[in-house]
């Protein structure tokens, strides 16, 4: 079960950089007492330093960190951008949905993306993700296998 709920899913929200796109996802969590801000910024860093590697499908970033003393909780936000924003990855740009993610440690790190890849990957379940008007349609979409 994924660590989600209606206060970390924002529908249809305006980016104007991918930085904008991780900063919405990652304050999602912060005001969720889930993470630290440093989080947030460290993910922009990643990203700065490193590129869209997060970039894992057409249209599907999962901006992350490394496991730190910033997170407090495994968590998850999901962001359905209002127009997709290029990041870019040379084939699965641009970007729709960007869904941040932390740990408390490798391992719970690595199951979460798993589970977040296994229901983005049905292609069914990602089209009611995209096509949702409300958190609870996500949530329960994503819910339920």
Known sequence: M???SEE???L???A?????AIRIAGNLLVQA???ELAYVESMVQAFQELGAYFVIAPGIALPHSRPDETVKEVCL???RLNQPVVFGH???DPVQLVCAIAGVDKKAHIQMLRSLASILSDEAKLNEIMR??????VLSTMQHS
């Open 77 to 79: 936000s999901l962001v």
């Open 8 to 10: 970390v899913i924002r």
């Open 33 to 35: 007492g889930k993470v």
């Open 12 to 14: 249809d929200a305006d």
């Open 2 to 4: 994924l660590p989600l």
């Open 90 to 92: 040379p084939k699965n």
């Open 132 to 137: 949702a008007t409300t958190a609870d349609h």
């Open 16 to 20: 104007e950089s991918p930085i904008d």
